[in-house]
């Protein structure tokens, strides 16, 4: 459902959106095949979220996260962040921290929504895509015009975010700029810790709960299309972040002697012809640039201020070609050819290997007998490593009136990762050497999806229940490999560095292997209504139980969550040049697991208020201010940090939220 007030302060709530992940081509959300969830930029600000990790905790309970200096863990259904594809325009955004995505690289002040897909979705989207597909759609509008805008958000903690653009769309070329500042303090819950071994005695820490950091993100994109047929666009971005964490002191434990520096670049050619309105033909290629390192801040032994330290480079290059075809009234048809090109040099693992994989894929989506569509897609893709995978998709929507049935099969696979073929890594920490090996033996890990799903959708009310089973095979993990004397002699071989004493303390060392499967079966349920004018309340619940088989036994998966749920209540009206909107929205979730001799973090419910007012000062001119309480019940995990507890709830209790958004035109 689509309202618009008369005002330019007009707020627009829609329950049938355009998307495109689902399918590889737009059309309606009521009329894809396969169930997307969809993130408007107009409800992420309305919740007064700034951030990307922001916007899918706060409005998707299947994902999680978990934020350290290396990076943001984040988790979807159950699995974690290398099963995860993320795109932006379709495109994959590449670079990692222990296999944590730089989600500081994504400039929020360029989405236009947000399209997630659960589950596996490899025939169109390759390697990686098992746990689902967060694909960020950016915002270029195509109306002539000149507009500038800023916006800014501060709270506590130091928590400043603010960005700026300047779009120019004028006979059919368009240029979007934009800069993106982003920064955080450091924060603890509890000033103690236990001292390692102890469960009674406690010490000062100055070691952060969350991790502070400062990061810039510049884009810039230019688009050209001379006539309805062709359209072209090329763009750069640029990102930059470091932490900000507490430096070493004599006196207390926790403080660190560097920081972790990121840096990205990225930029992107590409292109689509309408033949007509439903045959076209696209090509896209992009390079993604990424490295990593530590940047001292306190003088050691080795190191000077300032000096840096490279752990990680990596570099992707990938070019796309797609035609999308309307062979008959009634179908789509999607051909489509891939090729990518991995790099990665990692110091701290004597790594310096790249991989190249080269796919072609087909997808036929029919609609027949009236209300029945049926999709039926097969992706072939040969790796340098792995040669030859097929990856199948069936599905089958029943679309009776307002209501939806749909049955979906989909197959994924994920090829080990440079590091997990290669590593070959040697440090101390604190006089206790760690070792861990790659594996050129291992396979790729696969995965079989299956889901139901019942829809309900009209222009008030949009009702939608899934069930799915995801089964993961030959799971990557590190596994712990005893140590005897023929291994010590082998291992000091291998690393020269490492003394006789570090040998003979040696317990074990890490290898990478294809030793799990993994069983994810959930439950997913959406509503949302307008309930009346103005007013609008939505409740997403899903369900998720993870585990894995590991030694011939069962656990539960790490860091999975068994129940969880958010929740919005959002009304708006307009009194002539001024609008107010005032949303509040909560996340409710049970305890966390952890493996091992970690403890469980217990489960929370967080809620936030946030009011924006909007006024039409000109023709020229719009000014948006906002005001807010994230965590209006100041919950907060305050038990001390001990060698056997981890965290799941990571807010500093309540804080006051500012914004101000203004826009010329």
């Known amino acids: 459902m689509e309202r618009k007030d008369s005002s330019a302060v007009h707020r627009t709530y829609n329950l049938n959106p355009v998307v495109v992940t689902g399918s590889g081509h737009h059309q309606r959300l009521k009329s894809t095949a396969t169930p997307v969830r969809v993130l408007s930029s107009q409800e992420i600000r309305e919740q007064g979220i700034s951030t990307f990790d922001g916007a899918l905790t706060r409005m998707m309970p299947q994902a999680s996260m978990a934020p350290s200096s290396m ?3 984040l988790r979807l259904n159950g699995l974690g962040n290398k099963y995860i594809l993320i795109l932006i325009n379709g495109q994959k955004l590449s670079g990692d921290i222990s296999n944590n995505v730089d989600l500081n690289r994504i400039n929020m002040a360029r989405v236009k929504r947000i399209e997630v897909l659960d589950g596996a979705a490899s025939s169109l989207y390759g390697s990686d895509a098992i746990a689902g597909v967060i694909n960020i759609i950016t915002d270029q509008p195509t109306q002539n015009l000149v507009s500038v805008t800023s916006d800014t958000r501060v709270s506590g903690h130091g928590v400043l975010t603010e960005s700026v653009g300047l779009d120019i769309y004028k006979n059919g070329f368009g240029s979007y700029t934009s800069f993106a500042y982003d920064r955080a303090d450091s924060y603890r819950t509890n000033d103690l810790e236990y001292i390692k071994g102890s469960d009674t005695e406690t010490q000062p820490s100055i070691a952060p709960l969350f991790t502070g950091y400062r990061s810039d993100v510049f884009s810039q994109k230019f688009t050209y299309a001379p006539n309805q047929h062709l359209a072209l666009n090329a763009g750069i971005d640029y990102s930059y972040k470091i932490t900000d964490r507490p430096e070493t002191r004599q006196d207390i434990t926790g403080g660190t002697d560097y920081e972790m520096r990121y840096k990205g670049l990225r930029w ?12 076209s033909i696209q090509a896209d290629f992009v390079v993604d640039r990424f490295r990593y390192g530590k940047e001292y801040d306190v003088a050691t032994k080795t190191y000077n201020i300032g000096d ?30 891939d090729w990518r090109k991995d790099y990665l040099t990692a110091t701290s693992g004597n790594i310096d290997q790249h991989v190249y994989s080269l796919a072609g894929y087909a997808q036929h989506e029919m609609r027949f007998l009236s209300n029945f569509t049926a999709t039926l897609g097969l992706r072939l893709t040969h790796h340098e490593t792995f040669n030859t995978q097929l990856t199948p998709k069936a599905t089958l929507m029943y679309a009776p009136g307002d209501f939806r049935f749909r049955a979906t099969y989909s197959a994924g696979f994920r090829a080990p990762g440079l590091d997990e073929l290669y590593y070959h890594y040697f440090s101390v920490n604190r006089g206790k050497a760690q070792i861990s090996f790659g594996n050129q033996d291992l396979k790729p890990e696969k995965s079989h999806y299956f889901a139901l799903n019942a829809e309900y959708r009209t222009q008030v009310l949009a009702l939608s229940i899934t069930g799915y089973i995801n089964r993961i095979n030959d799971m990557v993990v590190k596994q712990n490999v005893d140590v005897d004397d023929a291994t010590r002699r082998m291992l000091m071989a291998e690393f020269p560095e490492m ?6 303390k040696m317990i074990s060392y890490a290898l990478y292997q294809n030793s799990d499967k993994g069983n994810v079966k959930g439950v997913q349920v959406n509503v949302s209504a307008n ?3 103005g007013f609008n309340l939505s409740a997403n619940y899903v369900y998720t139980y993870a585990r894995t088989l590991s030694d011939d036994t069962w656990i539960v998966l790490e860091r999975s969550i068994r129940h969880a749920a958010t929740v919005a209540a959002n009304y708006h009206h307009v009194w002539g040049k001024y609008g107010l909107t005032v949303n509040l929205n909560g996340r409710l979730q049970s305890k966390t697991y952890y493996t091992g001799s970690y403890e469980d973090a217990p489960g929370f419910g967080l809620w936030n208020l946030n009011t924006t007012h909007s006024f039409d000062v000109a023709k020229w001119a719009f000014v948006q201010p906002s005001i807010g309480i994230d965590n209006l019940f100041d919950k907060v995990d305050r038990r001390a940090d001990s060698s056997t507890r981890k965290y799941a709830l990571y807010t500093p209790g309540r804080m006051l939220v500012v914004g101000l958004k203004v826009k010329f035109k």
Do not use: C, P, W
């Not at 689509?272 to 439903?278: L, N, P, Q």
């Not at 840096?308 to 051909?335: C, D, R």
């Not at 003394?499 to 003979?504: G, H």
């Open 71 to 73: 990076g943001t863990f």
């Open 268 to 279: 992107n050619v590409g292109g689509i012809y309408k033949f007509s309105s439903k045959n």
């Open 308 to 337: 840096y330290v490279q752990s990680k480079k990596q570099l992707m290059m990938e070019g796309q070609l797609k035609a999308i075809l309307g062979l008959t009234t009634n179908s789509t048809t999607i051909f489509g050819a």
């Open 499 to 504: 003394t006789q004493d570090q040998a003979d």
């Open 531 to 533: 309930v009346f004018r």
